[in-house]
């Protein structure tokens, strides 16, 4: 017997035309609040973004057999999705207006095996230090039980927007 999922998302040109616009925290507000859609990579791999706050991101993701690698567990790009979207997101919220960012590099420690069985998991990313081209974040993974399934920390350059995003 064959499985399927069918998704749908929104036009990502949206969001990317409100970089930059605001800040980093009220554009982060904009996409909790449904203001702005979500990335498309949301939709694909079923996350959510939970909570935002000043130098803090918190994503959620329930694990799914879509989300496995050959071995029955999930795939470790998926971990590091998670990982990456809430170490880059907390840095996001950190932003003036005018000021985009990209990751340099993304280091990832993967702890424990994830399966459906595991339930919901939380990323929570954090910032350890900003400066005026680039900072530093970290994010940890977690289960529902606040066990730690993998960590991360990430390089971040930021970017003068222009008027065009």
């Not at 280091?107 to 910032?127: M, N, S």
């Amino acid at each position: 017997m064959g499985r399927s999922r069918t998704y749908e998302w929104e036009d990502p040109a949206i969001a990317a035309a409100a970089a930059g616009r605001s800040s980093g925290l009220e554009m982060m507000r904009d996409l909790l609040a449904g203001r702005l859609p979500r990335p498309p990579v949301m939709a694909t791999l079923d996350i959510a973004l939970d909570e935002v706050e000043d130098g803090r991101a918190v994503f959620s993701m329930m694990p799914g057999e879509e989300h496995y690698n050959p071995i029955g567990s999930v795939h470790g790009g998926v971990y590091a999705t998670l990982l990456d979207s809430a170490a880059g997101c907390a840095v996001h919220s950190t932003l003036p207006a005018g000021t985009g960012y990209t990751s340099l590099d993304l280091t990832v420690k993967f702890l424990r095996r994830i399966t459906v069985d595991t339930g919901r998991v939380r990323a929570i990313g954090t910032v350890l230090n900003r400066g005026r081209q680039t900072a530093l974040a970290q994010a940890q993974l977690v289960d529902e039980d606040g066990r730690l399934l993998a960590h991360a920390t990430s390089s971040i350059m930021l970017i003068p927007l222009t008027a065009d995003g």
